[in-house]
Each structure stands twice: as C-alpha cells, then as structure tokens.
C-alpha cells in the first residue's frame, strides 16, 4: 500500500473531490440502504453517496487515503464509515449490502475474482452492483490506469467473474475521464451495472 499512501500524502485529492462520473449518472439505480464501496480511495463516492441519503462503509487498503476521506465527509457535512483492509483476505458479510460500487478497483486477477463472487453474495436479492473500471483497450491510451493487462480485466471476464447478477447495464466504451489529475482524457471503460437475482 505505500504507492497509494504516497500518492494520497500529496496535496489536493488525487482524483477530485467529486464523484465519479458513471456512479453520478447512475446512483438513482442504486436501492436506499447500506452501500459497501470497495477501493474507495479518498472518499469521493462515498461522501456524494451519503450527501444522497446512502449509509456507506468506505473500504480500502490505504490508510492515508481513507483519512483523506474522512476529512471530506467532515467538510462536506456528512458521515461515513471507512475501514482500512487488503481486499486480498477481505470478507464480505453475505445477503447484507443493499449496493456494492467498485470504481476504478484495479486488483489483480486471483484477489479480484475472489472479490466480485463475494461481493455478488454480499447483496441482499435485489440489490445493486455498479462497476466501472479501464478495460484492456486502455493500453493503448495514456491517460491513466494501470499498466499490466490483469489489472484491466475484459467485459467478458467481468461478466464471468459476477455471476448471479442481472445486467441492465455491461459494456466497454470509450469515454473522456476528468477526475482529478490521475485520469484525464480519452479512456476505455469498462461499465456493470447488475442486479443479484431474487
Ligand atoms: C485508482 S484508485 C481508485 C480510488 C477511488 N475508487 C476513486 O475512484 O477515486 C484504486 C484504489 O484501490 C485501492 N487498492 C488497491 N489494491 C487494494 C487492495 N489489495 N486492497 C484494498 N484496497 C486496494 C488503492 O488504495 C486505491 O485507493
């Protein structure tokens, strides 16, 4: 965890201080209730999920990144849980979560299939996923993400890797990102948004 805890010693709020922009458009999507944002960083989506009335448990292995977080969630007037934990032994509570968002969680292959079977058991029936994360195209641009192909898994394998969820949104696109300093531009996307059966 040293490289996010340097990065998010830095001055200023990596990726910016608002949401990002799938999670925006799309929160209406997302049942009220308990919400586990997982690889939250700096608090961004946590604290625009609890100014929209969402009790939120911010999730990452960065201890830095989730004081930062809780500093904007006091700035912005609201409150949200955080917990410091490697998603690598994390365990998610089964049939709890009303919503479970990963944005731009980037873990390697064995950890992030672990993950999404966990975090599709970790929804009640009937609640929310909502992914957004650089897919492989993303290679090809320099306007963030990571490097290694793993680390960028494909709509196919994501899809894969989150059954038991019913997809109203999963598609790769290509979008312009501008959040923060770290994304910025052009990028390819990979986009979920699922629903575990009843
Ligand atoms: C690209 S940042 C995204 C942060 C945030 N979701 C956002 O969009 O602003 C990726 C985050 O994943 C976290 N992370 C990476 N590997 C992790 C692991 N094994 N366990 C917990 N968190 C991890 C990092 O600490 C970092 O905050």
């Not at 058991?121 to 993400?145: D, H, I, K």
């Not at 979008?175 to 910025?184: A, F, K, L, N, S």
Request: contains cysteine; negative net charge.
């Amino acid at each position: 965890m040293n490289f996010w805890n340097e990065r998010y010693g830095n001055p200023g709020q990596s990726y910016g201080t608002e949401p990002n922009d799938f999670l925006r458009l799309n929160f209406a999507s997302l049942p009220k209730g308990r919400i586990l944002s997982l690889c939250e960083g700096e608090g961004r989506n946590a604290v625009f999920l609890a100014r929209n009335g969402y009790e939120v448990l911010a999730v990452d292995g960065s201890h830095v990144g989730l004081q930062n977080a809780e500093k904007l969630a006091i700035q912005q007037g609201v409150t949200i849980k955080t917990e410091v934990a490697d998603l690598a032994d994390y365990k998610i509570q089964p049939d709890y979560w009303d919503a479970v968002v990963l944005i731009f969680a980037h873990l390697p292959g064995l950890i992030r299939k672990r993950i999404h079977q966990q975090a599709v058991l970790g929804l009640r029936a009937g609640g929310v996923l909502l992914l957004e994360s650089f897919g492989p195209g993303q290679l090809a641009y320099n306007t963030g993400g990571p490097k290694q192909l793993d680390l960028l898994p494909s709509l196919e394998q994501l899809q894969s890797e989150l059954q038991g969820l019913e997809f109203a949104v999963a598609q790769e696109i290509q979008r312009d990102i501008h959040e923060g300093i770290h994304h910025t531009g052009r990028a390819d996307v990979v986009q979920i948004i699922g629903r575990r059966r009843m």
